[in-house]
């Protein structure tokens, strides 16, 4: 009797995360687009590679080598940005954002970042999703921050050891 896959199979994928290149710029760029209602320009990515406070990540598949995810932080002194993070349509869901934001978690704790700050859409439940699963909590919201539509945005913080006195 013949051997079926089952229709819904799927290869598990080996991931590994490594700084991005100039070669990932098209890939990384095409999963913007798909993934972003008002993308990211290609320029963007390119001086992101070289610009001094940048951690410029890309998630690749060990066996293809596909670019499947990437990620963009600055950090400043003890406060890390998340300007950018995205996945591959058809690859959400199956843990690879988490990878990258684990590899950044351990950069952070590396560098000796004590905050991490990030705005979202307010209509994009799905990064909401994946930020709370972080801890991340809602600082505030910044009306009609977005363009393209038009949309507030939420801002969330995540402190790693404690908050900073204010006193
Ligand atoms: C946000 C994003 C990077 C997450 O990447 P991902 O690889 O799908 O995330 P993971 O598979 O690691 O998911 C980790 C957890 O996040 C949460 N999450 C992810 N997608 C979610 C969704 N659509 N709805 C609710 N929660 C979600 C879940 O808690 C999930 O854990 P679970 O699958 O065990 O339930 C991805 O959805 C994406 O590229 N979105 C479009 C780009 C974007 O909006 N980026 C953020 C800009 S601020």
């Given at each position: 009797m013949q051997n079926k896959k089952p229709?819904?199979?799927?290869?598990?994928?080996?991931?590994?995360?490594?700084?991005?290149?100039?070669?990932?710029?098209?890939?990384?760029?095409?999963?913007?687009?798909?993934?972003?209602?008002?993308?990211?320009?290609?320029?963007?990515?390119?001086?992101?590679?070289?610009?001094?406070?940048?951690?410029?990540?890309?998630?690749?598949?060990?066996?293809?080598?596909?670019?499947?995810?990437?990620?963009?932080?600055?950090?400043?002194?003890?406060?890390?940005?998340?300007?950018?993070?995205?996945?591959?349509?058809?690859?959400?869901?199956?843990?690879?954002?988490?990878?990258?934001?684990?590899?950044?978690?351990?950069?952070?704790?590396?560098?000796?970042?004590?905050?991490?700050?990030?705005?979202?859409?307010?209509?994009?439940?799905?990064?909401?999703?994946f930020y709370e699963k972080y801890d991340?909590?809602?600082?505030?919201?910044?009306?009609?921050?977005?363009?393209?539509?038009?949309?507030?945005?939420?801002?969330?913080?995540?402190?790693?050891?404690?908050?900073k006195s204010t006193t």
């Amino acid at each position: 009797m013949q051997n079926k896959k089952p229709t819904l199979w799927r290869r598990k994928i080996g991931i590994k995360i490594r700084q991005a290149e100039s070669a990932d710029i098209d890939a990384i760029y095409r999963i913007e687009q798909e993934q972003f209602l008002k993308p990211w320009k290609k320029d963007y990515f390119t001086a992101e590679l070289s610009h001094d406070l940048s951690f410029f990540y890309a998630a690749q598949d060990v066996e293809s080598g596909d670019i499947l995810g990437y990620m963009i932080c600055w950090i400043i002194e003890e406060t890390m940005e998340t300007h950018n993070i995205a996945v591959k349509g058809e690859h959400k869901r199956q843990g690879i954002g988490s990878r990258l934001m684990d590899f950044m978690l351990a950069k952070a704790a590396e560098e000796g970042v004590q905050e991490i700050f990030l705005e979202v859409r307010k209509t994009n439940i799905e990064a909401a999703g994946f930020y709370e699963k972080y801890d991340f909590k809602r600082i505030g919201c910044r009306e009609r921050y977005y363009s393209d539509p038009v949309d507030d945005a939420l801002v969330y913080a995540l402190y790693l050891r404690h908050p900073k006195s204010t006193t």
